[in-house]
């Protein structure tokens, strides 16, 4: 069974950093990409970047776009998250996601992880 598990997350105040990982297990299935979402309360959930397995190209768009580094190990097993510069309208639960293809909406996401919530303060 394939599992993303977030971790990381917390509270931290404007203007410092901070790294999220997304461990993969059972990662027996097809998949290419790896997302990062978030998803602030009333929003909707959107598309940080994310990063293909083989190659490890990048990809980012939104408003972290410049402050944040999506990196995974050479096993293939960890995708993080680095942010860095952090704003209080950056607080969100923070999601990892497996697609089979690039994608940029959420529904091209097979797998999700349990999110991690992440609160900057002022």
């Known amino acids: 069974q394939v599992q993303l598990v977030e971790s990381g997350g917390g509270l931290v105040q404007a203007g410092d950093s901070l790294r999220l990982s997304c461990a993969v297990s059972g990662r027996s299935f097809n998949s290419d990409f790896m997302g990062w979402f978030r998803q602030a309360p009333g929003k909707e959930r959107e598309i940080i970047g994310g990063?293909?397995?083989?190659?490890?190209?990048?990809y980012y768009t939104g408003s972290l776009k410049g402050r944040s580094t999506i990196s995974r190990d050479n096993a293939k097993t960890t995708v993080y998250l680095q942010m860095n510069s952090l704003k209080p309208e950056d607080t969100a639960t923070y999601y990892c996601?497996?697609?089979?293809?690039?994608?940029?909406?959420?529904?091209?996401?097979?797998?999700w992880g349990q999110g991690t919530e992440v609160t900057v303060s002022s």
């Open positions: 990063i293909w397995w083989n190659g490890g190209y990048t």
């Open positions: 996601a497996a697609a089979a293809v690039f994608s940029t909406s959420v529904n091209g996401y097979e797998y």
